[in-house]
């Protein structure tokens, strides 16, 4: 069964922080590259942070220092602790594998961050 499950978001203030989890099935996070994309209305669906099954982690330009990336292998979950929340951050962020293509591949329902005061 393939299953990915997005949780976490809300609506914070500026400089806020936030924790998102996703929760995926095995046939989704098992020795991938799991990662964190996000997409804003009008904009394309962009990866923010990824993370291998051996811990190494890459980030976009917009978000590095603030946000963290982690993994727990064994309960086949991702995290994401955002912090100094901008509004620029509003999205609805969504977990997969770094290889998942819009369109083509499962993804799951998001989970919407709004950053406003």
């Known amino acids: 069964q393939v299953r990915l499950v997005e949780s976490g978001g809300g609506l914070v203030q500026p400089g806020g922080s936030l924790i998102l989890s996703c929760a995926a099935s095995?046939?989704?996070?098992?020795?991938?590259?799991m990662g964190w994309y996000r997409q804003a209305p009008g904009k394309q669906r962009e990866l923010v942070a990824a993370m291998t099954s051996g811990g190494n982690t890459n980030y976009a330009d917009s978000v590095k220092g603030r946000f963290t990336i982690s993994r727990d292998n064994a309960k086949k979950m991702v995290f994401l602790q955002m912090n100094s929340l901008k509004p620029e951050d509003t999205a609805v962020y969504y977990c997969?594998?770094?290889?998942?293509?819009?369109?083509?591949?499962?993804w799951g329902q998001g989970t919407q961050v709004t950053v406003s005061s």
């Open positions: 095995e046939s989704i996070f098992s020795r991938n590259t």
């Open positions: 997969n594998r770094v290889a998942a293509r819009v369109g083509t591949d499962y």
